[in-house]
């Protein structure tokens, strides 16, 4: 196992300062508690993103069907590097580790320009087949940044599942379809899927397959959602919007400026006694931005709640976390 930093990797001044290496030994007491425990399902492992594990602020660790991906979101100096691959190593070594029979361990550098993903231990699988609440997802882990599972939306997927018995449901920035795979495990009637990665929707297809879901019953849209409102009004109306976009996607989706052109189309798709599903995932923007825009762009639909995110999720600042706004 190599302990040096990967060539051609810059070094962040803010970040060297705040990633302490010596808080490496509490992430490894934390990790060996979590695996002991034997995870079956997707889940994280580890979230210092939330800023309530001090020196580790920048890192995440997953499990992904076997395959345990750390993540560093900003790069931290060597000493931290060295420190980071040395628990590693320990780490696999342990009975908790073994007896969870994984397959790779895994170290991503996200802030790079190209993701590059080192092999600690194990190998790197092509593809991952993965659960969550019993349903299965096929992951791509390592490969990119987004691995087609997001783990923090682990309760919106649940709620649509509880929800979506007899429904019709507007997908929007489907992506890999969870939400869908979790309405048609609730029992919808039909699922309209909305996105422009066309390949995102593929696996969203693979994703339905593998939970062995009627395809007929389930509609594929891969399309700007900006230039397809005619074609997704012609299949609704709906029962249950969701909408979860990203917080920027270059040439295509600002959330700040492009939300409001989405939440006033809203009556005009939404049945009688319709809900929807709204979410942010930016750290910056607030609960009460999407609150207030939907007040003016949409005055029909109320605030109901909040689902509050999966525990592993814990945020120092209840903004920070992703927040995800039920309205009716």
């Not at 795979?181 to 909305?194: D, K, P, S």
């Not at 395809?215 to 609704?236: E, P």
Request: proline share 4%; aromatic share 8%; glycine share 8%.
């Amino acid at each position: 196992m190599a302990h040096s930093t990967p060539f051609g990797l810059a070094y962040d001044q803010k970040w060297k300062n705040i990633m302490n290496p010596n808080a490496i030994a509490t992430l490894e007491a934390h990790l060996l508690t979590e695996l002991a425990q034997q995870p079956t399902e997707a889940c994280r492992l580890f979230h210092g993103r939330g800023q309530c594990w001090k020196g580790l602020e920048q890192l995440t660790v997953d499990w992904l069907g076997g395959q345990c991906l750390i993540s560093l979101f900003k790069l931290p100096d060597a000493a931290f590097i060295d420190a980071l691959k040395a628990m590693a190593a320990r780490l696999v070594q342990s009975a908790e580790w073994q007896a969870c029979q994984p397959s790779a361990l895994l170290l991503q550098y996200r802030d790079q320009p190209s993701t590059l993903t080192e092999v600690l231990w194990g190998e790197l699988a092509s593809t991952v087949l993965v659960k969550e609440s019993g349903l299965t997802y096929q992951l791509d882990v390592g490969r990119n940044q987004n691995c087609g599972l997001f783990l923090d939306m682990k309760n919106g997927r649940d709620w649509v599942r509880e929800q979506a018995a007899g429904k019709r449901v507007l997908n929007l920035f489907a992506y890999t379809c969870g939400f869908s795979i979790a309405a048609m495990a609730g029992g919808a009637e039909h699922v309209v899927n909305v996105d422009m990665a066309k390949a995102a929707l593929s696996r969203g297809r693979d994703n339905h397959r593998h939970n062995e879901h009627d395809l007929s019953q389930v509609s594929f849209l891969g399309h700007d959602i900006f230039k397809s409102w005619g074609k997704i009004r012609k299949l609704g109306l709906y029962d249950l919007i969701v909408i979860d976009p990203p917080s920027f996607q270059k040439g295509s989706f600002a959330l700040t400026k492009d939300y409001q052109r989405i939440l006033r189309r809203l009556p005009e798709l939404l049945a009688d006694n319709g809900t929807v599903l709204a979410c942010v995932n930016d750290p910056h923007i607030p609960a009460a931005f999407l609150i207030e825009e939907m007040e003016r762009e949409a005055p029909s639909l109320r605030y109901r709640e909040r689902i509050a995110n999966p525990a592993a999720f814990k945020d120092i600042d209840p903004e920070g976390g992703l927040k995800s706004l039920i309205f009716k």
